[in-house]
């Protein structure tokens, strides 16, 4: 039996995106979506266990759920005009095929726009991806909001505000042009990446909790490129969210201290996302069509393919990194090329390279700690100190200024050290 | 004796979303059954393929051969036979299915990578023709 439940609840939420998008198309609501997938679940747990799964789980949701909210919509409004198609409460393989039917041509731009309406620009970020882990993943609340490290009314809120304002805006829902198909592509994996950094930039001991949202952005990558197979950048996109997930296991010790890539036990590191990621990657360069997401994953993928820390390949890694700050010229990138440089050309070019850098990342944790470990590496304790100070006042999280005190505990320890044999 | 291949179908949305632990519990089921068939004598190469978003696919039914980015789709071809290359990278794995397709043109090859490959075969496999 558990097994029966337990099947059942994976095709249910492998079936969802497609569901809820094609039901958004039907009534133009998220919220009358949402319900109608939710009866359609419950028909399906009530009635899957005895005649077994459909054919096609997902068009056997579609059609139960839109049968089922025209059925609520004629009974709340009995005097009102009747909706124009026939409710079908019985389902045979006919039927169900003439669902796929109408289905299959309409998915790929359905499930698009559901994700595309998830990254309304309207709304913050945040709300952004809340939106999307509800109702395109359909995680609950309480799942969310523990990803979040946030309360449940707080969550609540803010996905309630969301669809308040989307009920407000304008969605196109006519098949989109080739040109508002890139856009919105390129806003979706933008959403997506987002959902990734959110688990990824966690430490200490959520880390594992919020792993959560990292493994969720890859699924919504992988279902992005099952509908775009031959998009590179998707490639790229799918291939970086592997590569960096890949190396979770060794990312914290056991305390949950960060370990710097350097220092990371690589026998740690999932050999079989790698090994996905490296397949991406290498697909995706064929195409000879550069852009950003290809190139962070050139650059995961030559970390990927160096066996130790010293067998990594810096100065191609560096000629990336030029490669991705022509794509997109950002000082974050910046920043990273800088460390690469420094990993070729020695600590002094790269101490320069993030002088005209300072004014738009004087508020960045990672730019000061970067600064303190240049100029520790150049022998210049005294600024060291001072930059790694800075750093620590802009840590995000416990363990990053722990991270940044273990820096500067090294360095009074050198300079101690010095100090002795100087005597 | 006759061989036979077992050729695997299942929702891939399904099954790249299981966990690493019930990833893991069914291959540990299936090696149960696998170590039977070692023993018996009748098991050879068993592969698990990357999933489909890793696929090119070569259309050889024109010249010059087509090379597409997904899966192959046609549900007017029936797969009919495999190869299992040992290359050096994707393009030479290309150049190998074109050189293929000039010696049999007409239908698609669908170039995979293998994600995890059993090739411990059986002596009487690998004589048998």
Same mark, same amino acid.
């Given at each position: 039996?558990?097994?029966?439940?337990?099947?059942?609840?994976? +095709?249910?939420?492998?079936?969802?995106?497609?569901?809820?998008?094609?039901?958004?198309?039907?009534?133009?609501?998220?919220?009358?979506?949402?319900?109608?997938?939710?009866?359609?679940?419950?028909?399906?747990?009530? =009635?899957?266990?005895?005649?077994?799964?459909?054919?096609?789980?997902?068009?056997?949701?579609?059609?139960?759920?839109?049968?089922?909210?025209?059925?609520?919509?004629?009974?709340?409004?009995?005097?009102?005009?009747?909706?124009?198609?026939?409710?079908?409460?019985?389902?045979?393989?006919?039927?169900?095929?003439?669902?796929?039917?109408?289905?299959?041509?309409?998915?790929?731009?359905? *499930? #698009?726009?559901?994700?595309?309406?998830?990254?309304?620009?309207?709304?913050?970020?945040?709300?952004?991806? !809340?939106?999307?882990?509800?109702?395109?993943?359909?995680?609950?609340?309480?799942?969310?909001?523990?990803?979040?490290?946030?309360?449940?009314?707080?969550?609540?809120?803010?996905?309630?505000?969301?669809?308040?304002?989307?009920?407000?805006?304008?969605?196109?829902?006519?098949?989109?042009?080739?040109?508002?198909? !890139?856009?919105?592509?390129?806003?979706?994996?933008?959403?997506?990446?987002?959902?990734?950094?959110?688990?990824?930039?966690?430490?200490?001991?959520? %880390?594992? *909790?919020? !792993?959560?949202?990292?493994?969720?952005? *890859?699924?919504?990558?992988?279902?992005?490129?099952?509908?775009?197979?031959?998009?590179?950048?998707?490639?790229? #996109?799918?291939?970086?969210?592997?590569?960096?997930?890949?190396?979770?296991?060794?990312?914290?010790?056991?305390?949950?201290?960060?370990?710097?890539?350097?220092?990371?036990?690589? =026998?740690?590191?999932?050999?079989?996302?790698?090994?996905?990621?490296? %397949?991406?990657?290498?697909?995706?360069?064929?195409?000879?069509?550069?852009?950003?997401?290809?190139?962070?994953? !050139?650059?995961?993928?030559?970390? %990927?393919?160096?066996?130790?820390?010293?067998?990594?390949?810096?100065?191609?890694?560096? +000629?990336?990194?030029?490669? #991705?700050?022509?794509?997109?010229?950002?000082?974050?990138?910046?920043?990273?090329?800088?460390?690469?440089?420094?990993?070729?050309?020695?600590?002094?070019?790269?101490?320069?390279?993030?002088?005209? #850098?300072? =004014?738009?990342?004087?508020?960045?944790?990672?730019?000061?700690?970067?600064?303190?470990?240049?100029?520790?590496?150049?022998?210049?304790?005294?600024?060291?100190?001072?930059?790694?100070?800075?750093?620590?006042?802009?840590?995000?999280?416990?363990?990053?200024?722990?991270?940044?005190?273990?820096?500067?505990?090294?360095?009074?320890?050198?300079?101690?050290?010095?100090?002795?044999?100087?005597? | 004796?006759?061989?036979?291949?077992?050729?695997?179908?299942?929702?891939?949305?399904?099954?790249? @979303?299981?966990?690493?632990?019930?990833?893991?519990?069914?291959?540990?089921?299936?090696?149960?059954?696998?170590?039977? $068939?070692?023993?018996?004598?009748?098991?050879?190469?068993?592969?698990?393929?990357?999933?489909? &978003?890793? @696929? &090119? &696919?070569?259309?050889?039914?024109?010249?010059?051969?087509?090379?597409?980015?997904?899966?192959?789709?046609? &549900?007017?071809?029936?797969?009919?036979?495999?190869?299992? $290359?040992?290359?050096?990278? $994707?393009?030479?794995?290309?150049?190998? @299915?074109?050189?293929?397709?000039?010696?049999?043109?007409?239908?698609?090859?669908?170039?995979?990578?293998? @994600?995890?490959?059993?090739?411990?075969?059986?002596?009487? $496999?690998?004589?048998?023709?």
């Amino acid at each position: 039996m558990t097994e029966i439940c337990c099947w059942i609840d994976h +095709a249910l939420t492998a079936a969802r995106p497609q569901s809820i998008a094609a039901l958004v198309r039907y009534f133009r609501d998220l919220d009358t979506a949402e319900e109608a997938f939710q009866e359609a679940c419950l028909r399906a747990l009530k =009635t899957w266990p005895d005649k077994g799964p459909p054919r096609d789980p997902a068009a056997w949701l579609i059609f139960v759920g839109r049968n089922a909210a025209l059925d609520g919509i004629r009974r709340q409004s009995r005097t009102g005009e009747l909706p124009p198609e026939a409710p079908v409460s019985d389902l045979d393989d006919a039927e169900t095929d003439m669902a796929q039917r109408l289905d299959d041509s309409h998915f790929r731009d359905d *499930i #698009l726009r559901l994700l595309f309406v998830c990254c309304d620009p309207v709304l913050p970020v945040n709300q952004q991806i !809340a939106l999307a882990l509800r109702i395109v993943s359909g995680l609950s609340v309480a799942e969310i909001a523990r990803a979040f490290l946030s309360g449940e009314s707080a969550i609540e809120q803010r996905i309630t505000r969301a669809k308040r304002r989307i009920a407000q805006t304008q969605v196109p829902f006519e098949p989109p042009g080739p040109l508002q198909r !890139a856009e919105r592509l390129s806003t979706v994996a933008t959403m997506i990446y987002l959902v990734f950094n959110e688990g990824y930039s966690a430490t200490g001991g959520t %880390a594992h *909790i919020r !792993a959560a949202l990292c493994e969720e952005a *890859i699924r919504l990558a992988r279902l992005l490129l099952t509908l775009f197979p031959a998009e590179p950048e998707i490639m790229g #996109l799918m291939a970086l969210l592997l590569l960096q997930h890949a190396r979770t296991p060794a990312r914290l010790d056991a305390d949950g201290a960060i370990v710097l890539l350097d220092d990371q036990d690589r =026998t740690l590191w999932d050999a079989k996302m790698i090994a996905e990621g490296l %397949a991406l990657v290498e697909k995706a360069v064929r195409n000879q069509q550069p852009g950003p997401y290809q190139a962070q994953a !050139a650059i995961a993928a030559m970390h %990927a393919r160096a066996k130790r820390a010293e067998d990594t390949n810096w100065p191609q890694i560096a +000629a990336l990194y030029e490669a #991705l700050q022509q794509l997109q010229p950002t000082p974050v990138v910046a920043l990273n090329r800088a460390v690469a440089v420094s990993k070729v050309h020695g600590p002094a070019q790269a101490l320069n390279m993030l002088d005209e #850098l300072e =004014t738009a990342l004087v508020n960045y944790f990672y730019f000061h700690g970067v600064k303190g470990a240049l100029l520790m590496q150049l022998g210049r304790a005294g600024e060291a100190k001072i930059a790694f100070d800075r750093a620590i006042a802009r840590a995000n999280t416990a363990a990053e200024a722990a991270h940044i005190r273990l820096q500067i505990d090294r360095l009074i320890k050198d300079s101690d050290a010095a100090r002795t044999t100087s005597r | 004796m006759q061989q036979f291949a077992i050729l695997c179908y299942h929702a891939e949305s399904v099954v790249c @979303a299981w966990s690493k632990e019930e990833d893991d519990a069914v291959m540990a089921k299936l090696s149960v059954v696998q170590d039977k $068939l070692v023993k018996a004598g009748k098991l050879g190469p068993v592969a698990r393929l990357m999933p489909t &978003t890793t @696929a &090119t &696919t070569l259309r050889k039914d024109r010249t010059p051969a087509l090379v597409v980015d997904g899966p192959f789709a046609e &549900t007017k071809e029936q797969l009919l036979g495999f190869y299992i $290359l040992n290359c050096d990278s $994707l393009e030479d794995a290309l150049s190998i @299915a074109r050189e293929l397709g000039e010696a049999n043109p007409g239908g698609s090859y669908e170039i995979r990578p293998v @994600a995890y490959i059993n090739t411990a075969t059986v002596p009487g $496999l690998a004589a048998a023709t």
